[in-house]
């Protein structure tokens, strides 16, 4: 990993972010695109904090990554459980100097992913956080070719929330989509807004950028032949292969090349809290189900056919493996559902 922003906002007490200097790319401006606070964000016992209340404050950080594949993540202080609408936080990743263009990762009672096209907001994901407490959250958004992830990191105990809406040890996305819209490597940045009074029930406590490679999912079986053989590879699911992959051992060396199959999920009838079946545009998530609660697949804007009954055909879906899957529509929310694909 090559850090190209570090800032744990160590500084004399109210000075402003703008007038603030990180360990490294961390002097900040103004976001102006979406900037609608006049008083900027201070720095209080090293911790960014609120000025002014009912304003939306973005800051863009100096450093900037040579290729468009990075992680940015903060750490944030919550002095106590908070609702959703008095104090939200969010990092973001390829933004556009001019307008407001780019992916963020937001924290409130959830976490959620959204983009943002001159100023017009989607939500790609969102989970609910079991047991919000006060806390320190770590906060991280990765940005890899067209898929974006979320993960939110407990730092009392360490544990990190997965997909499943639970907090487990292992280190895992909670969130994921495929989205192509925002391709270059653009600028990094915070959100910070505080509603109601500045006594302010969260803040950021440090910010950081750092370039990583790109992850590719390999959900096929890889096995071994044995000491001294090459490697082998069976499973149909390495469709997101785009090149060769390597095996090396002191006697000899083998490849595995990357093929592409299909496999189908049918999940059970979506239907509403009065047991209507509903058969209309849908959202769906899915995971892998393991203990490391990886996610396959984002897909949304699939239909259902007549009798409510959700499909999913995706080449990252593999015959004969168990999912978990979470149907969403705007007035209806299935829950989770464990399914095989056929």
Known sequence: MTAFVTDTFTDTNGTAITSHTGELGATWAIWTPGNSATTPNV???????????????????????SSADYTVSANLVYISAIPHDTQLQA???????????????????KVSLYKYITGSATLLADIVIPSFSSDTYKLVLSVSGSTIGAKLQRISDGYWLNGFGTWASPDAFCLGATDTSITSAGIVGLFNY?????TNTATFDSFSADETAP?????????????VASGTISGSNIGNLSSTITLEDAAG????????????LVIPALKNNTGQVLANEIGLTVYVKTTADVLVVTKTAQTTNSSGVPTVTDS???AGTTYMVRVKTSISDNGWNQVVAT
């Open 43 to 65: 720095i209080q016992s090293n911790l960014l904090i609120s000025a002014e209340v009912n304003t939306n404050a973005w800051y863009y950080a100096s450093g900037t990554p």
């Open 194 to 198: 505080q509603a109601n009074s500045l």
């Open 215 to 227: 992850v590719i999912d390999l959900n096929g079986t890889i096995t071994l032949d044995n000491a």
């Open 316 to 318: 990252l879906i593999v």
């Open 253 to 264: 060396t083998g490849t595995i090349a990357g093929t592409s199959a299909t496999g189908t």
């Open 91 to 109: 990092v973001m990743a390829r933004g556009s100097a001019g307008v407001l263009t780019c992916y963020t990762a937001w924290l409130t009672d």
